[in-house]
């Protein structure tokens, strides 16, 4: 995965790795959500819950990322001034990885691999950082990035189908 | 009690702030989502409330958006969007007025349209989410559509060379002209912000899949890549520019100088004649 990482050496300090890792979490989130949303739409539930499931693991990360900021001031960023290596934040699942005949193996399989980025990502800033206090705080956050890798490998498990299931009813066929 | 109306443009809005409690129903995977997605980055990034900002569109399905912005939206005849935002530019020249759909929407039943709003110059964003092919509709080819495509509604590809968009916008007059790519929501943020912020009628071309009727447009993320020259000001760099653009360059090749239309022309005519001649239709 190292070839999609960022240019972690701009996030050496703190408050720029915290800034850089409430930004993964939020449009994280906020991506599973729409994904949700999407697949509510086109009437699957399954897929839904799942992604529901996803966009509460990222809050509940990004609780915790919050009570690591606690009173400290984060630098302000626009999105696009982030230096991902990936087109948006590094565990945001892209819009066309989705496709309305995938399976919850298809898309555990996107969820692992976000999760797989962002524990490279803090690793990489734990062996780069010169700051001491931002390499232990790197550190807490890629074990809090593994746990989720695990689960999801753990939900993987449970899934053995296809990754695109078939539509009976083909709107290219009418 | 404070009867002023609020300062709008001093509160900051994020991305999510643009979105509405409607539910876009493009098909998941949808290059549109990606577009979406940008414009509202663009917009909390210009710092302008929704109550600023008007959204008009005509007909397809790129031209839902309007119903799942917070923003106004005028959800407009099919082709005519252009002609709907340039009238409320006109009388509301205080709002941000944006203007979006698809391929066929504005190249093939508005195509007249996109020529002489090029020409008129007013002070509109135009976005044409380009998939090459009629969606909505289950899969027509459209003005964009390469001559080869086969399909079951053109068999063996409709022969006919498709229209070059950017083309059509320098040779028509408009002042900014760009191309952005769905897959790449942060850079087509930036290009929609710097072609809401240059004056007069400022085109992004955005490759945008049709992920149901095109699904080979999925290689576009492989074939796309940045312009690498600065943006061009004159007309004969720009010709020169498109003339080497394999279709997947991402960036800007023109902005102009040309001040933006306004109703300075119009003011200065005598009012008082036009009032005359509406009387003369009164039954």
């Known amino acids: 995965m190292t070839e999609s990482l960022p240019k972690v050496l701009l996030v050496n300090g703190v408050t720029m790795l915290l800034a850089y890792a409430r930004a993964i979490e939020i449009e994280a989130a906020e991506r599973y959500l729409e994904l949700a949303e999407q697949m509510d739409v086109h009437?699957?539930?399954?897929?839904?819950?799942?992604?529901?499931?996803?966009?509460?693991?990222?809050?509940?990360?990004?609780?915790?990322?919050?009570?690591?900021?606690?009173?400290?001031?984060?630098?302000?960023?626009?999105?696009?001034?982030?230096?991902?290596?990936?087109?948006?934040?590094l565990e945001t699942t892209a819009y066309d990885a989705i496709h309305y005949q995938m399976t919850p193996r298809c898309a555990l399989q996107l969820a692992l691999a976000n999760e797989e980025r962002a524990v490279a990502f803090f690793n990489e800033v734990v062996a780069q950082s010169s700051d001491s206090e931002a390499r232990r705080i790197a550190s807490e956050l890629a074990a809090e990035e593994?746990?989720?890798?695990?689960?999801?490998?753990?939900?993987?498990?449970?899934?053995?189908?296809s990754d695109f299931k078939e539509d009976l009813d083909n709107p290219v066929s009418q | 009690m404070d009867n002023q109306p609020p300062n709008l443009s001093t509160r900051s809005f994020k991305q999510k702030d643009f979105?509405?409690?409607?539910?876009?129903?493009?098909?998941p995977g949808c290059g549109d989502f990606g577009v979406q997605a940008a414009l509202f980055r663009a917009l909390a990034g210009l710092g302008k409330s929704p109550?600023?900002?008007?959204?008009?569109?005509?007909?397809?399905?790129?031209?839902?958006?309007?119903?799942?912005?917070?923003?106004?939206?005028?959800?407009?005849?099919?082709?005519?969007?252009?002609a709907v935002g340039t009238g409320l530019k006109l009388v509301r020249p205080d709002l941000l007025v944006i203007v979006a759909g698809g391929d066929g929407d504005g190249f093939s039943i508005g195509g007249n349209h996109f020529l002489h709003a090029c020409r008129r110059n007013i002070d509109l964003t135009y976005i044409v989410m380009d998939n090459?092919?009629?969606?909505?509709?289950?899969?027509?080819?459209?003005?964009?559509?390469?001559?080869?495509?086969?399909?079951?509604?053109?068999?063996?590809g409709t022969g006919i060379i498709p229209f070059k968009p950017l083309e059509l916008a320098l040779a028509a007059g408009a002042n900014f002209i760009a191309r952005g790519f769905y897959g790449d929501p942060n850079n087509l943020a930036q290009l929609l912000l710097q072609a809401i912020n240059h004056p007069g009628l400022s085109f992004v071309h955005v490759l945008s899949n049709c992920v149901t009727y095109r699904p080979e447009q999925r290689v576009w993320k492989e074939l796309v890549h940045t312009?690498?020259?600065?943006?061009?000001?004159?007309?004969?760099?720009?010709?020169?520019?498109?003339?080497?653009?394999?279709?997947?360059?991402?960036?800007?090749?023109?902005?102009?100088?040309r001040p933006a239309y306004s109703w300075t022309f119009a003011r200065s005519a005598d009012l008082s004649q036009l009032t005359k001649i509406e009387q003369e239709f009164l039954i």
């Not at chain 1, 593994?146 to 753990?154: A, F, P």
């Not at chain 2, 979105?19 to 098909?27: A, L, T």
Request: aromatic content about 12%; charged content about 20%.
């Open chain 1, 43 to 89: 009437n699957s539930p399954e897929l839904a819950n799942l992604f529901r499931k996803m966009a509460a693991a990222e809050q509940m990360h990004l609780s915790k990322v919050d009570n690591l900021v606690g009173t400290l001031k984060l630098p302000e960023i626009l999105p696009w001034q982030y230096k991902w290596d990936t087109p948006e934040a």
């Open chain 1, 146 to 161: 593994y746990l989720h890798v695990e689960i999801v490998r753990s939900w993987l498990d449970r899934f053995h189908e």
């Open chain 2, 19 to 27: 979105k509405s409690d409607i539910q876009p129903i493009w098909c």
């Open chain 2, 51 to 82: 109550e600023e900002i008007v959204i008009v569109s005509g007909i397809g399905c790129s031209s839902r958006l309007p119903a799942y912005t917070t923003a106004y939206g005028f959800h407009g005849i099919h082709g005519r969007a252009l």
């Open chain 2, 132 to 156: 090459e092919v009629y969606g909505m509709t289950k899969g027509q080819p459209s003005p964009t559509t390469a001559p080869d495509w086969n399909s079951m509604f053109a068999p063996g």
């Open chain 2, 227 to 257: 312009a690498n020259w600065a943006v061009p000001t004159e007309f004969a760099e720009a010709v020169r520019r498109l003339n080497d653009d394999d279709g997947f360059t991402i960036g800007v090749f023109f902005a102009g100088t």
